[in-house]
């Protein structure tokens, strides 16, 4: 099928008039509610910088579906609002009905160059890398590359002062045999009959005198105190022993992202990390039972030292938090 | 000549002897660009970038960016006594003791949600219109790369206010950074001046947040325009409009008036949002520490289904040789995300590839008359959702009353199955639609007016389709008429057997109705 008829493009369709080209008073009105609109704009500036100066900072109103709302910031908001708005609404209406809507014609060219201007590109370019002589000159050549290839490695050499190395960081924390556990906010010490069966506490390692707290150890030492039935436990003997009277300790950094695991659910003793859903059994030595996380929350070993206060029996027997690659994960 | 008169053109006289500018602008004020509404999303990204730009800066002069330990006492009573960082208490200052504080934080916070929505929805438009085809491959990484460092951008912004929200959300990406094998915790200690979370962290961030990202969006944005300019901007097919001309209004007055205009309603809308819809509020949360959290922690909407995918990520991590590999953080935070952007960059070369199609493209596809272009468009949208949906699913969660496991199993299986699922719905539906354009052409349009004929035979009366609308149904491409069905050649092997595959799929079309039909049609 060699002659096919396909459409033809007809072209640009007639221009029709607006009303504001033929119609002088829908002209005027077209002008006259740009006007408006300008003006209304200037309003709103004297309104925003009224609002600066006599509403006080402090009042609030409750306005439904929004709630308590500060006057002043919700005022001076709105005045901004109309003031930038109306400037829009009436650059806008002036293009739309006021300026010419007639549609323009103008010819694309093609990006690629001429192909003498490629020819005579090519030609100046190569007379000129001749002169330098890059070409003649191979010792130039590689020993400017050797340059220029190892330039870069200073500026990342002097990067190196960013922080310190992690050493064994990561992998410790403040707990250790005998240390006791503090609540967390308060900072009082714990004996097993101050926690319920079914609560759950935050507590940290006390301190040595004159240490001082950092978010940094928060950020490892953090542990959650549950207390379930001691028949409620479903852990080998060693883990048991770990536990004290149906107090069970993890660390509360999660083993995924180190998010905070602060939801426990009562009925199923599940604990749950809202980050990204982890969830661990807490009968079962936190074993991850939905969830992203690849490791159990570590548990801490605990006890009640001579004066009857809770205390640690051992540090934690793996590091807690997010994986690294030096980490030895080969026991949990 | 008016005394105004006289002197704008001693000004103009001035600067022109300076510069020589008259004649560029000459040329350039009756520069032509096409009209569609679909433009404005390009200048919508623009415009919020300069409300972010201005409400930013306003906001430096207020914010300490310090992790120093300060015991606020500012108006906001709840957290007065209380042990913060200097980030954080600065913020509260801001948001409780400066006037228009408040409004300013929230202005910048909706502005660069704005920002994020109309890259994407510009996005949205260069892809399923072909306006990534030659010439405008490298506008469209430049594209792809604001995208990527906006992301970046709102991350760190909203990380710099050192609350509970904002610290566990800088808590996680440490754990990325540290996630990486050999030099991750080496990389994490760098970046945070040692252990999490230290005290160097946001004002080194706050450095990158207001310089050198800015700086280099300045720098990709103003590259973006000009080679727009330049190349002139693409335009829909239609009566008059060709792929050697540009159909449209001139820069001054109208499209001076219109572009100048949208920017302050853009600013509006933002100030009106900044006004009424509370954003982010920090002092609700607390100050950040380690051990805390609160429930239901969302990050900004274009991190969500990076977050979604690192929920459904399976539990997999390798243990060996005293080593840890977290695939359950790499494969969902890094890997997956490192192929979909790469991917996205390289689209218009592995297109043109396929389509062996190199010519220029200034007018663009009706996304219905690329059915492959746009089921794929389609099938990458459904992945996103999909990853989205399962980022807010402790929400969705409490407020369908589904279970979060229930959520998460079902986008764990929907985004492997939902997206071909898709792909193939919408490449039907495109088909369709191309049908039902052939249908409009050949048969015109059902009038709904039914006429009894002599003989007693009831019919609908059709109307034609006008010449213009006839135009602009059949002009498009069609299969036969790509430079060349693949030679021999470049289709052996397994790549090239790829290729031939791929080509077949992309060339699927209902063929479009030309004259020749239509007269054959009125003989019958």
Same mark, same amino acid.
């Given at each position: 099928?060699?002659?096919?008829?396909?459409?033809?493009?007809?072209?640009?369709?007639?221009?029709?008039?607006?009303?504001?080209?033929?119609?002088?008073?829908?002209?005027?009105?077209?002008?006259?509610?740009?006007?408006?609109?300008?003006?209304?704009?200037?309003?709103?500036?004297?309104?925003?910088?009224?609002?600066?100066?006599?509403?006080?900072?402090?009042?609030?109103?409750?306005?439904?579906?929004?709630?308590?709302?500060?006057?002043?910031?919700?005022?001076?908001?709105?005045?901004?609002?109309?003031?930038?708005?109306?400037?829009?609404?009436?650059?806008?209406?002036?293009?739309?009905?006021?300026?010419?809507?007639?549609?323009?014609?103008?010819?694309?060219?093609?990006?690629?160059?001429?192909?003498?201007?490629?020819?005579?590109?090519?030609?100046?370019?190569?007379?000129?890398?001749?002169?330098?002589?890059?070409?003649?000159?191979?010792?130039?050549?590689?020993?400017?590359?050797?340059?220029?290839?190892?330039?870069?490695?200073?500026?990342?050499?002097?990067?190196?002062?960013?922080?310190?190395?992690?050493?064994?960081?990561?992998?410790?924390?403040?707990?250790?045999?005998?240390?006791?556990?503090?609540?967390?906010?308060?900072?009082?010490?714990?004996?097993?009959?101050?926690?319920?069966?079914?609560?759950?506490?935050?507590?940290?390692?006390?301190?040595?005198?004159?240490?001082?707290?950092?978010?940094?150890?928060?950020?490892?030492?953090?542990?959650?105190?549950?207390?379930?039935?001691?028949?409620?436990?479903?852990?080998?003997?060693?883990?048991?022993?770990?536990?004290?009277?149906?107090?069970?300790?993890?660390?509360?950094?999660?083993?995924?992202?180190?998010?905070?695991?602060?939801?426990?659910?009562?009925?199923?003793?599940?604990?749950?990390?809202?980050?990204?859903?982890?969830?661990?059994?807490?009968?079962?030595?936190?074993?991850?039972?939905?969830?992203?996380?690849?490791?159990?929350?570590?548990?801490?070993?605990?006890?009640?030292?001579?004066?009857?206060?809770?205390?640690?029996?051992?540090?934690?027997?793996?590091?807690?938090?997010?994986?690294?690659?030096?980490?030895?994960?080969?026991?949990? | 000549?008016?005394?105004? %008169?006289?002197?704008?053109?001693?000004?103009?006289?001035?600067?022109? %002897?300076?510069?020589?500018?008259?004649?560029?602008?000459?040329?350039?004020?009756?520069?032509?660009?096409?009209?569609?509404?679909?433009?404005?999303?390009?200048?919508?990204?623009?415009?919020?970038?300069?409300?972010?730009?201005?409400?930013?800066?306003?906001?430096?002069?207020?914010?300490?960016?310090?992790?120093?330990?300060?015991?606020?006492?500012?108006?906001?009573?709840?957290?007065?006594?209380?042990?913060?960082?200097?980030?954080?208490?600065?913020?509260?200052?801001?948001?409780?003791?400066?006037?228009?504080?408040?409004?300013?934080?929230?202005?910048?916070?909706?502005?660069?949600?704005?920002?994020?929505?109309?890259?994407?929805?510009?996005?949205?438009?260069?892809?399923?219109?072909?306006?990534?085809?030659?010439?405008?491959?490298?506008?469209?990484?430049?594209?792809?790369?604001?995208?990527?460092?906006?992301?970046?951008?709102?991350?760190?912004?909203?990380?710099?206010?050192?609350?509970?929200?904002?610290?566990?959300?800088?808590?996680?990406?440490?754990?990325?950074?540290?996630?990486?094998?050999?030099?991750?915790?080496?990389?994490?200690?760098?970046?945070?001046?040692?252990?999490?979370?230290?005290?160097?962290?946001?004002?080194?961030?706050?450095?990158?947040?207001?310089?050198?990202?800015?700086?280099?969006?300045?720098?990709?944005?103003?590259?973006?325009?000009?080679?727009?300019?330049?190349?002139?901007?693409?335009?829909?097919?239609?009566?008059?409009?060709?792929?050697?001309?540009?159909?449209?209004?001139?820069?001054?007055?109208?499209?001076?008036?219109?572009?100048?205009?949208?920017?302050?309603?853009?600013?509006?809308?933002?100030?009106?949002?900044?006004?009424?819809?509370?954003?982010?509020?920090?002092?609700?949360?607390?100050?950040?520490?380690?051990?805390?959290?609160?429930?239901?922690?969302?990050?900004?909407?274009?991190?969500?289904?990076?977050?979604?995918?690192?929920?459904?990520?399976?539990?997999?991590?390798?243990?060996?040789?005293?080593?840890?590999?977290?695939?359950?953080?790499?494969?969902?935070?890094?890997?997956?995300?490192?192929?979909?952007?790469?991917?996205?960059?390289?689209?218009?070369?592995?297109?043109?590839?396929?389509?062996?199609?190199?010519?220029?493209?200034?007018?663009?596809?009706?996304?219905?008359?690329?059915?492959?272009?746009?089921?794929?468009?389609?099938?990458?949208?459904?992945?996103?959702?999909?990853?989205?949906?399962?980022?807010?699913?402790?929400?969705?969660?409490?407020?369908?009353?589904?279970?979060?496991?229930?959520?998460?199993?079902?986008?764990?299986?929907?985004?492997?199955?939902?997206?071909?699922?898709?792909?193939?719905?919408?490449?039907?539906?495109?088909?369709?639609?191309?049908?039902?354009?052939?249908?409009?052409?050949?048969?015109?349009?059902?009038?709904?007016?039914?006429?009894?004929?002599?003989?007693? %035979?009831?019919?609908?009366?059709?109307?034609?389709?006008?010449?213009?609308?006839?135009?602009?149904?059949?002009?498009?491409?069609?299969?036969?008429?790509?430079?060349?069905?693949?030679? %021999?050649?470049?289709?052996?092997?397994?790549?090239?057997?790829?290729?031939?595959?791929?080509?077949?799929?992309?060339?699927?079309?209902?063929?479009?109705?030309?004259?020749?039909?239509?007269?054959?049609?009125?003989?019958?």
């Amino acid at each position: 099928m060699t002659n096919i008829e396909r459409f033809q493009n007809p072209g640009l369709p007639e221009h029709v008039h607006r009303k504001a080209d033929t119609d002088p008073k829908a002209a005027k009105r077209a002008e006259q509610q740009v006007a408006a609109l300008f003006l209304l704009s200037a309003l709103g500036t004297v309104g925003t910088i009224a609002a600066y100066i006599f509403i006080k900072s402090d009042v609030y109103v409750f306005i439904p579906i929004l709630g308590s709302t500060n006057v002043q910031q919700m005022s001076l908001g709105i005045g901004l609002t109309v003031a930038t708005l109306c400037i829009g609404l009436g650059a806008i209406q002036w293009a739309k009905k006021l300026m010419p809507d007639t549609e323009v014609i103008q010819e694309r060219h093609e990006l690629r160059s001429e192909d003498q201007d490629r020819a005579d590109f090519v030609e100046t370019f190569k007379e000129r890398g001749g002169e330098a002589g890059i070409g003649r000159r191979p010792l130039i050549k590689r020993t400017l590359g050797l340059a220029l290839g190892v330039v870069g490695l200073s500026p990342l050499v002097l990067l190196r002062d960013l922080g310190p190395m992690p050493k064994k960081f990561l992998e410790t924390t403040s707990w250790s045999a005998g240390t006791r556990l503090v609540s967390d906010p308060g900072g009082a010490y714990f004996k097993p009959s101050d926690l319920e069966v079914g609560a759950v506490a935050q507590v940290l390692p006390e301190l040595a005198k004159g240490d001082e707290r950092t978010l940094e150890n928060i950020g490892k030492d953090a542990v959650l105190l549950i207390r379930l039935r001691p028949e409620d436990f479903n852990l080998d003997a060693e883990r048991l022993s770990w536990t004290y009277n149906g107090i069970i300790a993890f660390s509360k950094i999660c083993s995924h992202m180190g998010c905070a695991v602060a939801l426990y659910e009562q009925q199923t003793h599940h604990l749950l990390c809202p980050c990204h859903q982890s969830t661990f059994d807490v009968t079962r030595a936190a074993k991850v039972i939905f969830g992203p996380a690849a490791r159990p929350l570590p548990q801490l070993a605990i006890t009640v030292d001579s004066e009857g206060y809770l205390v640690a029996k051992q540090g934690f027997n793996v590091p807690v938090g997010p994986s690294y690659w030096e980490r030895n994960s080969s026991n949990g | 000549m008016k005394k105004s %008169e006289r002197a704008l053109g001693s000004v103009a006289n001035y600067v022109d %002897e300076r510069t020589g500018a008259a004649k560029w602008l000459k040329k350039n004020l009756t520069k032509v660009f096409p009209d569609h509404w679909s433009f404005m999303l390009g200048e919508i990204c623009l415009y919020s970038f300069v409300i972010l730009l201005l409400s930013g800066t306003f906001l430096t002069f207020w914010f300490d960016p310090s992790q120093r330990d300060v015991v606020y006492n500012g108006a906001y009573a709840p957290l007065s006594g209380v042990s913060m960082s200097s980030a954080y208490a600065s913020t509260l200052h801001i948001s409780f003791d400066v006037r228009g504080g408040l409004l300013m934080r929230q202005i910048h916070h909706w502005a660069a949600l704005i920002f994020m929505a109309a890259i994407v929805a510009h996005l949205f438009r260069v892809f399923f219109t072909g306006a990534f085809r030659k010439p405008r491959e490298f506008n469209w990484i430049i594209g792809v790369g604001l995208l990527t460092f906006g992301i970046v951008e709102g991350f760190l912004g909203y990380s710099l206010p050192d609350d509970l929200l904002s610290g566990t959300g800088i808590r996680i990406a440490e754990a990325i950074i540290q996630a990486l094998p050999v030099v991750g915790s080496y990389l994490a200690f760098f970046a945070f001046g040692g252990p999490f979370p230290g005290t160097a962290f946001i004002p080194r961030i706050y450095t990158v947040h207001v310089l050198l990202l800015p700086g280099l969006f300045l720098a990709l944005i103003t590259v973006h325009l000009m080679l727009v300019w330049y190349q002139k901007h693409t335009q829909f097919p239609g009566p008059g409009r060709t792929e050697k001309n540009v159909v449209g209004y001139p820069l001054m007055p109208v499209y001076m008036a219109k572009a100048g205009g949208f920017f302050f309603i853009v600013f509006g809308v933002t100030a009106f949002l900044g006004a009424v819809a509370s954003i982010n509020p920090i002092w609700l949360y607390g100050p950040y520490t380690p051990g805390q959290i609160s429930a239901g922690s969302q990050p900004d909407w274009y991190m969500g289904w990076l977050d979604g995918l690192v929920r459904m990520a399976p539990p997999l991590e390798t243990h060996a040789f005293g080593h840890t590999i977290s695939w359950n953080i790499l494969l969902p935070g890094l890997i997956l995300p490192g192929i979909l952007f790469t991917g996205m960059a390289l689209y218009p070369f592995i297109e043109s590839w396929v389509t062996g199609d190199k010519r220029e493209h200034h007018l663009l596809d009706r996304p219905r008359n690329a059915p492959n272009r746009t089921a794929l468009g389609a099938m990458s949208i459904s992945f996103m959702i999909i990853s989205l949906v399962n980022g807010g699913n402790d929400i969705i969660a409490t407020h369908f009353h589904l279970t979060i496991n229930g959520i998460m199993w079902f986008t764990r299986i929907g985004l492997f199955t939902v997206p071909p699922i898709v792909f193939i719905i919408t490449k039907r539906i495109c088909l369709s639609l191309q049908r039902a354009d052939r249908d409009l052409v050949l048969h015109g349009k059902e009038t709904g007016r039914l006429v009894m004929l002599p003989s007693g %035979e009831m019919i609908e009366v059709h109307e034609q389709l006008t010449d213009e609308q006839k135009w602009t149904l059949t002009q498009h491409q069609q299969p036969d008429a790509l430079p060349a069905p693949l030679p %021999e050649s470049a289709t052996r092997g397994l790549k090239g057997k790829l290729r031939k595959r791929m080509n077949q799929a992309h060339a699927t079309q209902i063929p479009a109705p030309t004259l020749s039909d239509l007269k054959e049609l009125d003989h019958h």
